[in-house]
Nanobody, 122 residues
Framework: VQLQAYGGGLVQPGGSLTLSCVVSETIFSGNAMGWFRQATGKNLRQLVAVITSAGGTKYAEFAKGRFTISRDNAKNTVNLQMNSLKVEDTAVYYC????????????????WGQGTLVTVSS
């Protein structure tokens, strides 16, 4: 296991999903962890949320008030609770370490694990 995300699926607008990512201990321990997403046809993987090793969080504007990131340090797992889902949240969601540059976070590893597809549709 390096970075293995799961929990995606089909959900109606307004619904909820919880994503989880199991991470290898050597990658997880001491690192900020983030969720990123890539919409179909887009090259960019955009930041969704970050949680530091101390539990501090940061969210993209579109995620504030709807998504909650958490981590379980005993299980090397990072989770993303998503509520009030919108059609535009449809994307493949990935987890990765998060690297702080200035005041912004970027993916920390060039190697990505398997993402999980979230489809929001009626």
């Amino acid at each position: 296991v390096q970075l293995q995300a799961y929990g995606g699926g089909l959900v109606q607008p307004g619904g909820s999903l919880t994503l989880s990512c199991v991470v290898s201990e050597t990658i997880f321990s001491g690192n900020a962890m983030g969720w990123f997403r890539q919409a179909t046809g887009k090259n960019l993987r955009q930041l969704v949320a970050v949680i530091t090793s101390a539990g501090g969080t940061k969210y993209a504007e579109f995620a504030k008030g709807r998504f909650t990131i958490s981590r379980d340090n005993a299980k090397n797992t990072v989770n993303l609770q998503m509520n009030s889902l919108k059609v535009e949240d449809t994307a493949v969601y990935y987890c990765n370490t998060a690297r702080l540059v200035g005041s912004s976070y970027f993916p920390g590893r060039s190697s990505w694990g398997q993402g999980t597809l979230v489809t929001v549709s009626s």
